[in-house]
């Protein structure tokens, strides 16, 4: 600090010498000012025109002509004259070159564009670092309940080792032990964890170092701010503002002073020198002795005026205190270096603590950034620590060169071993398509020899049949023979038994009674036949059962009576037919009509008794898709309701939720019931466990970014705190606790509003 | 020795990565050291253990080797108890398949494959809910000890050959008491119902007595006579309240007789049947009339006409709440409020049916017909299983919780066993005869006890194995008090149904509606009695001095009429004059036609 702070003097010192030099070719400028002022009182207002004044040895102001004062120097013009002369081979060339390339320079974008470009970048930037979110987003939603304030203490018992921090190895083995454990540098406790490894997992990752090298940059600009914004305060005229700042600026620098004798004595020490250092310049220097133009005439004034008295004293006192053996400093010239105090150094040091788990991340930047130099005071004991830092930072950049290469094989591996899978499945699939194609050519080849010989063969059966008319199929001959049973019919319940007795020897023929005889003109009825098959209505062999006790109430006459009862029901009942006509109604019901769309008279003569002609019938009846086979067609003693229920409808879900792709995952994902009625209560517990839970009271912060965002990259520490071996623990055995200590501290901070 | 640990370090932190440890402490690390000095006295461990050495030493990443291990480190995992021995039943208890499978609730689901992470996710979730919801539900089948009973006869001995009186002597005296008669000669022929807990009992003679009785107690709660025909009488969802269906009218009393409803918009019940759930009580009525009475709220939910006659034939299918009525014509017919025609309707016999009950589960149906058969259906493929004959055919037909069935054929009570069963059956479990016809059978729930009323009263008769012997007493408690009673009614209440969920298919509301939206559309307007949808007709504005004659009116409408076709058409017509454009751009594009053009010689 005390460097820059004296080259910054020495930068003041030359402008001042500059400005110096100045002076002296003052009375040439007035002059100037002069000659202007008397040519323009000539009226007319001529515009100045910059002249520019070549360098030659006779400058008369007869020579200068006005010859081509409007034409521009052309590149030509430089070159005629650079050729004749000897010498600057290099400039020669560069103008050849320039005359030789025709092209002009592009205009600068414009706004508009260069703005899009900015937000491009912007965009990109700020998406790669909301990216590093994801992970945690991703896991925090795939989390079963999330339980806030998040990262709570667990409020059971706490481990011995937590507990009995100063706990110290006290028999003879243990010591033993331990001592082996520390001469091997090996680790204690739970995290287990040579010290080798912990480097390995602390050691920065590339994206930490973008991200550290982001924030540099960022510091860069905001000192860049700083000192315009310094340079613009000083440029402050007002005399009042300045005393208040300097006053302000004094008293904090002797609290800050204070401060340091505490802590840092010899930055204090230096300090001091500082001040030193400007007394004796005080002391040398005539400033504020109250002799100079400005003091006398405040002189002359005090008399009156009582503020101008008070700046005389002003001035001796400062004198007073800058010349005092120990005083604190104020001095116009010394304001500078205390400015550059004011100056954000951190950024131009390394961030002093970032990371308190991290030592390494201070010893690591530098490498990435040679052109910012850490300046820290050096100590006898540095050299080595250095040293065993250097050997440190090989090692780590061993591991990070290592972890890079594996990681960019993982990045490798895992699209390769995608695209293999993707690979192998089109091959498969391509040979599945490949093997049925073949098979099919194959066999087809086969069969078409085949289907030759079967065609031959289907032509003379067809010519055969229409010789000989339809052959009955087996169903119409059952037909037949059913309706040949028919004539048996069934009118009481003694023909029943007696049926039944009839078809006990035989259970494979059904005893159907029969159908009212169709007529070969109704083809509806013919149709209806070939659908329900009567044989399979009620065809249930019956069992008979002997009971051991025989009814006694129902005795001979009342079971005559029974019989004449049940005759009276069955008189005129054909339950089964009734039934199958039923049935019939009942598709039909649903069959889809026919639409008949024929217009009479369009395109033919129309009126009464003139009939659509049959071409014209035939193509506009519309028929209609066949509706869905019915639910009952196999079961020809029942009828099911095709009649959608729509009460239901209401209370179902009609559209499917997001994530499901069909109903089935749907519907496999809820037919668990959640109830008490049909769960236990701990899969209840479960199955309605709230997603999130908040503790009543408690603070819920925001996600903070270095306990997340790093974790991918390193690993968390153990934790609880390790144990504080006894004396014989090196100093960096040592370390990890520290690093926790700090920890904790930084979260309880965080914890706090 | 110092390797040695290293090793076992190196091991624990890969493990760290998988799972948290328990730390480690400093007393395991000296045992560790001491077993090293006697290496074999613990064989198993260490070869166990080199496996992870492999592991262990391929990940770490200094790649420096570690010799040895002994590792204590899997210890735990190993099934290993602190104090050395091994655990003998390592793991979670096992579940037999059999109980897994008795909870099983549809198939599982499988993640399809490149499923996006939330469905993934949603389906892993659901599956390990209900994997584990089946789990806990098989492992608490451990509280159900009670098993059904069963009787047995001595060699060349029939069960059905068993009197009562040997039981009611065989059995304890609580057991025996079970067997009694109840001589009521006066009013009968009796029907009888149970309550849902099976404490009490509902007696109501023909003519008009209508009696509850605590029965195990023989406690006589209520006992009256309506003077006039009784039908039918039901429990509702408590024994506070019955419904008894008289010569005209529904009729509801409380427990202690007092009449509480006369329900006018039944009239003529003959059958009632009623649906716990639901509080829904369905009455069949001579007029075939088939009535939903919500008795939660007194209302009716649903009056169907049947159309098929008298309605003395009813049951309840106690899996889906779908109500079953036997007819004349020897059809079964299964109905739901919610629709005005049978859900299905099956031919059983060749006589009008007699009798049916369907069983507990909802999957077989068993009926009796004037044709003198009895007959077992599977309800839900609708196709019968067996078929019996029995010669004086049954009148009455009771199925127990356990399955057994009981048919009354005249005067004496059978009871089947396992009637549905791979083999028929050929002789009954259990015969009763009673004194009189037999009018009304039920099985006691939670008792093996059926109750049978009869021309000459009432018979309570010992079923072994009948009734469950596991009850649900959040659901039907029988040892509840009066305070459970009344916490139980309002939690029912509570959890009530809706009768529009009654269907053949009670899972239809866990399913999507596939519906279409037309489909769906319709169905509101049907309901709703107007399309909500539909556009408004237009309707000219009144407008004054004369502008609102009827000629300006039709030409204001003429104006908007048929707005929409015309949007059709002007689209239409826009992509027609489109595409001629572009017709005429392309033929432009081919090149200028000059009107010499038609001079040249064609290409083709």
């Known amino acids: ?753 | 020795m110092a390797a040695l640990v290293e090793g076992a370090a190196k091991s624990a932190h890969v493990e760290r990565k998988n799972q948290k440890k328990p730390v480690k402490r400093y007393w395991e690390k000296t045992e560790e050291l001491k077993n090293s000095d006697q290496p074999t006295s613990d064989r198993s461990i260490s070869t166990e253990n080199t496996a992870d050495r492999c592991t262990s030493t391929e990940n770490t990443a200094d790649g420096s080797t570690s010799t040895e291990n002994t590792g204590s480190v899997k210890r735990r995992k190993g099934g290993q108890i602190p104090s050395g021995k091994k655990d003998p039943f390592p793991g979670e208890a096992p579940i037999p398949q059999e109980q897994l499978q008795k909870y099983q609730r549809g198939s599982k689901n499988n993640v399809p494959k490149g499923a996006q992470r939330r469905l993934k996710e949603a389906i892993a979730w659901s599956e390990t809910v209900s994997e584990l919801a089946q789990k806990q539900a098989a492992r608490y089948d451990l509280l159900l000890p009670e098993d059904a009973g069963f009787l047995e006869g001595d060699e060349d001995e029939d069960t059905c050959r068993i009197s009562q009186e040997d039981i009611a002597d065989a059995v304890d005296i609580t057991s025996g008491s079970k067997y009694f008669n109840l001589h009521l000669s006066q009013f009968g022929p009796y029907r009888l119902d149970y309550s849902r807990t099976g404490r009490h009992l509902l007696l109501s003679g023909k003519r008009g007595h209508v009696a509850c009785i605590e029965w195990q107690s023989k406690n006589l709660t209520c006992e009256m006579n309506v003077m006039e025909t009784v039908n039918d009488i039901k429990w509702l969802h408590t024994e506070a309240m019955f419904a008894v269906a008289q010569k005209k009218w529904l009729y509801i009393y409380d427990s202690e007789g007092i009449e509480l409803h006369c329900v006018k918009k039944f009239n003529d019940v003959l059958k009632m049947q009623f649906l716990p759930y639901h509080f829904l009580l369905a009455t069949a009525s001579a007029t075939g009339f088939l009535q939903y009475l919500d008795v939660s709220v007194g209302k009716e939910i649903a009056a169907i006409c049947t159309k098929s006659g008298r309605l003395d034939v009813m049951s309840q299918n106690p899996y889906n709440a779908v109500i079953h009525l036997g007819h004349s014509n020897g059809t079964v017919s299964l109905w739901s409020p919610n629709q005005k025609e049978p859900l299905v309707k099956m031919l059983c016999h060749r006589g009008a049916i007699r009798s049916l009950t369907v069983d507990k589960t909802g999957t077989y149906m068993v009926t009796s017909g004037l044709d003198r058969k009895l007959k077992v259906y599977d309800v839900r493929a609708f196709k019968p299983l067996h078929s019996y004959f029995l010669p004086a055919g049954a009148s009455c037909l009771s199925l127990s919780q356990k399955g057994l069935l009981s048919a009354a054929t005249g005067d004496i009570v059978q009871v089947y066993q396992n009637v549905w069963g791979g083999s028929p059956v050929s002789k009954p479990y259990m015969a009763h005869r009673v004194r009189g016809q037999v009018w009304g059978l039920a099985y006691c729930p939670f008792e093996d006890v059926l109750g049978v009323g009869h021309g000459e009263g009432f018979t309570s008769m010992i079923v072994p194995g009948a009734g469950e012997p596991n009850f649900d007493a959040l659901d039907t408690n029988p040892y509840r008090s009066a305070k459970q009673r009344q916490e139980w009614e309002v939690k029912a209440l509570l959890e009530k149904v809706q009768p529009e969920l009654i269907g053949l298919d009670p899972g239809q509301l866990g399913k999507v509606d596939q519906a279409s939206f037309e489909q769906r559309h319709k169905e509101r307007v049907d309901i709703l009695g107007y399309d909500p949808l539909a556009k408004e007709k237009f309707k000219p504005k009144a407008k004054k001095k004369g502008r609102s004659s009827a000629g300006a009116i039709e030409k204001r409408k003429r104006k908007v009429a048929y707005e929409d076709q015309r949007d059709v058409i002007r689209q239409n017509v826009e992509e027609q004059m489109k595409r001629q454009k572009e017709k005429s751009s392309e033929s432009q594009q081919l090149g200028k036609k000059s009107t010499l053009d038609r001079f040249r010689k064609q290409d083709k």
């Open chain 1, 1 to 753: 600090m005390a460097v820059s702070a004296e080259k910054e003097f020495a930068m003041d010192n030359d402008v001042i010498s500059a400005s110096e030099d100045e002076e002296g070719s003052d009375d040439e400028r007035k002059h100037n000012k002069l000659l202007q002022a008397i040519s323009s009182l000539g009226g007319k207002r001529r515009k100045n025109q910059t002249e520019r004044s070549e360098a030659s040895l006779q400058v008369s102001e007869f020579f200068v002509s006005a010859e081509g004062a409007g034409d521009k120097v052309g590149l030509s013009d430089l070159l005629g004259t650079v050729e004749k002369t000897t010498g600057a081979t290099k400039t020669k060339k560069q103008l050849r070159n320039l005359q030789n390339r025709n092209e002009t320079l592009e205009l600068p974008l414009n706004k508009e564009q260069t703005e899009k470009i900015q937000r491009s970048v912007a965009y990109e930037k700020s998406t790669k670092e909301v990216t590093n979110w994801q992970s945690v987003v991703i896991q925090n939603q795939k989390a079963e309940q999330l339980v806030f304030p998040l990262n709570q203490e667990p409020s059971g018992p706490k481990r011995v080792e937590q507990v009995v921090a100063g706990w110290k190895a006290e028999t003879p083995l243990e010591q033993e032990i331990f001592r082996l454990l520390h001469m091997n540098k090996q680790p204690l406790h739970d995290p287990v964890l040579t010290p080798v490894e912990e480097a390995s997992l602390m050691a920065m990752s590339l994206e930490e170092a973008t991200i550290r090298r982001a924030e540099l940059q960022k510091a860069r600009a905001l000192q860049s701010y700083y000192e315009a914004k310094a340079k613009r305060e000083k440029k402050i005229k007002s005399k009042k503002y300045h005393r208040i700042q300097k006053k302000a600026k004094r008293k904090e620098f002797v609290k800050q002073f204070e401060e340091r004798m505490k802590t840092d004595p010899t930055g204090a020490l230096e300090e001091l020198k500082k001040m030193e250092m400007s007394r004796m310049e005080e002391r040398m220097s005539l400033k504020h002795q109250n002799s100079g133009k400005w003091a006398k005439s405040k002189a002359i004034m005090a008399k009156y005026d009582d503020s101008a008295r008070k700046a005389m004293q002003e001035q001796l006192q400062i004198n007073k205190d800058l010349t005092q053996k120990i005083a604190t400093l104020s001095d116009d010239e010394h304001e500078t270096p205390e400015e550059s105090e004011m100056v954000p150094d951190f950024v131009n040091d390394v961030e002093p603590i970032t990371d308190p788990v991290n030592p390494w991340m201070r010893s690591r930047i530098p490498q990435e950034e040679p052109e910012i130099s850490c300046v820290t005071p050096d100590k006898p004991q540095t050299s080595e620590e250095e040293e065993e830092r250097n050997e440190e930072e090989e090692l780590l950049a061993d591991f990070q060169r290592r972890r890079t290469l594996r990681r960019t094989e993982d990045d490798d591996l895992i699209p390769t071993a995608a695209e293999e899978q993707i690979n192998t499945c089109e091959v498969s699939r391509e040979e599945v398509v490949g093997d049925g194609t073949v098979e099919i050519s194959d066999s087809e080849e086969e069969e078409e020899e085949d289907v030759s010989q079967f065609n031959t063969l289907f032509k003379l059966m067809s010519s055969e049949k229409t010789h000989e008319g339809p052959a009955p199929t087996q169903d119409q001959q059952e037909d037949e023979e059913q309706l040949d049973e028919g004539q048996l019919r069934v009118r009481s319940m003694e023909d029943l038994e007696v049926l039944e007795e009839v078809s006990d020897p035989r259970p494979g023929t059904p005893a159907a009674p029969s159908m009212p005889q169709p007529t070969a003109s109704d083809p509806l009825a013919k149709r209806s036949k070939r659908e329900i098959d009567l044989s399979e209505v009620l065809t249930k062999e019956a069992k008979t059962i002997k009971v051991a006790l025989t009814p006694t109430v129902v005795e001979d006459e009342e079971r005559e009576e029974q019989i004449s009862i049940i005759k009276e029901a069955f008189a005129g009942d054909d339950v089964i037919s009734d039934f199958l006509i039923d049935k019939r109604k009942q598709e039909e019901a649903g069959r889809p009509k026919v639409v008949d769309l024929t217009l009479p008279g369009w395109g033919e003569w129309g009126g009464v008794g003139v009939k659509p002609s049959q071409h014209k019938r035939k193509r506009f009846r519309k028929k209609m898709a066949p509706p869905p086979s019915r639910q009952d067609q196999k079961l020809p003693d029942v009828i099911i309701s095709e009649k959608r229920n729509s009460s239901i409808a209401t209370h179902q879900v009609s559209h499917l939720p997001f994530p499901f792709q069909n109903a089935t995952q749907f519907e496999s994902c809820i037919r668990t019931p959640v109830g008490q009625t049909w769960n236990t209560q701990t899969a209840v517990k479960k199955m309605t466990m709230p997603k999130v839970v908040t503790t009543a009271g408690a603070i819920i912060e925001p996600l903070v970014k270095e306990d997340y965002i790093k974790d991918k990259s390193t690993k968390p520490m153990g934790k609880g705190p390790a144990i504080l071996l006894n004396d014989k623990r090196g100093a960096k055995d040592g370390k990890p606790s520290d690093k926790h200590k700090g920890r904790d501290s930084h979260k309880r901070r965080r914890n706090k509003p």
